[in-house]
């Protein structure tokens, strides 16, 4: 992808969204453009911030640091979206302003020793694995609950909303059932007040579905083809 059609591609992304919100009787203004800039160069991810994509995501830890030493993220926060394992945290805290990807009750007690050691809260998005794919990690619906009166007593951590990853489809719309599942959690979760809890981000929608997920209340979406172009080697 040349950088002219990076900016091309962020447009007609932030036109959909645009499209999709209205339908939703939404204001465009309340989603964020997450860059999925995985395997993609520190060339691309700069074309994609000045396209005007408002966050970059990215997935895996050395990639990231890599990147990240070349200034790539330059100008927008930098969050991490993939796999997250309790070795890598220390890699991780401090540098991404958000943690889509925590997916167990361990992996969230390392995130807030980490974090309280270096002096500083990490905000984290619950990750819910709301298809129930046996490949994906994630808390279940039902234990969400049980899950935040937990991170609740984490000195060092802030849940600051939810996150899925549905599974691949055909149409965008072959992802409403789920969307609208995380959309009740959403809703559900910020009426009950927990110590260290704001459900500010919904974050759900990818190329193939981010229509649906915004027509569902996603105001987060993490765009990765849809911005850079198809991935040389299929991967998360
Ligand atoms: C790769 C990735 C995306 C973006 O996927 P595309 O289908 O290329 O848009 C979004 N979220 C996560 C967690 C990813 O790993």
Redesign the pocket.
């Known amino acids: 992808m040349t950088t002219a059609e990076i900016e091309r591609n962020v447009k007609t992304v932030r036109a959909e969204i645009a499209r999709a919100a209205a339908e939703a009787g939404r204001s465009p203004r309340e989603i964020l453009l997450?860059a999925?800039t995985?395997m993609n160069d520190a060339e691309a991810v700069r074309a994609a911030i000045r396209a005007g994509v408002d966050i970059c995501?990215e997935?895996r830890v050395q990639e990231m640091l890599e990147k990240n030493a070349q200034n790539a993220y330059a100008g927008v926060p930098l969050h991490f979206?993939?796999h997250l394992q309790k070795n890598k945290v220390r890699q991780v805290v401090g540098l991404c302003a958000l943690i889509?990807?925590a997916d167990s009750l361990p992996l969230l007690q390392e995130i807030s020793r980490v974090a309280l050691k270096r002096g500083l809260v990490q905000d984290v998005l619950l990750e819910i694995n709301v298809a129930g794919e046996a490949s994906k990690t994630g808390f279940r619906p039902e234990e969400l609950e049980s899950v935040l009166q937990e991170a609740a007593r984490l000195p060092a951590l802030s849940v600051r909303g939810l996150?899925a990853?549905p599974p691949?489809c055909a149409k965008p719309e072959d992802n409403r059932p789920f969307f609208l599942q995380m959309q009740k959690l959403f809703v559900d979760k910020t009426e009950i007040k927990y110590d260290n809890v704001r459900m500010d981000f919904l974050s759900m929608g990818?190329?193939?579905d981010?229509t649906e997920a915004v027509r569902c209340g996603a105001n987060l979406v993490?765009?990765?083809?849809?911005?850079?172009g198809p991935?040389n080697t299929t991967?998360?």
């Open positions: 997450a999925a995985k995501g997935n979206i993939g889509h990807s996150m990853i691949i990818m190329s193939g981010y993490r765009i990765g083809s849809g911005i850079f991935r991967t998360t």
